[in-house]
């Protein structure tokens, strides 16, 4: 099982940025994934995830409206839309197997299989 995280990079706030998760070693379209983000000195939290059964999302409050997850069952890839971007979201993003719950979202359980993260750094 691998995921490789790409597509960080640094913008100012307001600016956009796409990230994507490939997957290899599964099948997406049998496995929830989530995107998870950790900031500097904070712990790491749960962005937003997909449902492998039926497609349904979740987002943590702070990036409701701004941030998109989807994905492309054909290119093993999830994706992380993410427009005006604040400073506050800056972090390591990383992408992993996950249950994706409708209420708290990708859960953290030590059963995730984890990508190696990518750089979001919003500043002026």
């Known amino acids: 099982v691998q995921l490789q995280a790409s597509g960080g990079g640094s913008v100012k706030p307001g600016g956009s940025l796409k990230l994507s998760c490939v997957a290899s070693?599964?099948?997406?379209?049998?496995?929830?994934i989530g995107w998870f983000r950790q900031a500097p000195g904070k712990e790491r939290e749960g962005v937003s995830c997909i449902k492998y059964s039926d497609g349904s999302t979740y987002y943590e409050d702070s990036v409701k409206g701004r941030f998109s997850i989807s994905k492309d069952n054909t290119k093993q890839t999830v994706y992380l839309e993410m427009s005006r971007l604040k400073p506050g979201d800056t972090a390591v993003y990383y992408c992993?197997?996950?249950?994706?719950?409708?209420?708290?979202?990708?859960?953290?359980?030590?059963?995730?299989?984890w990508g190696k993260g990518t750089l979001v750094t919003v500043s002026s």
């Open positions: 070693g599964f099948s997406v379209e049998k496995v929830s």
């Open positions: 992993a197997t996950t249950v994706c719950s409708a209420v708290g979202g990708p859960v953290i359980d030590g059963t995730n299989y």
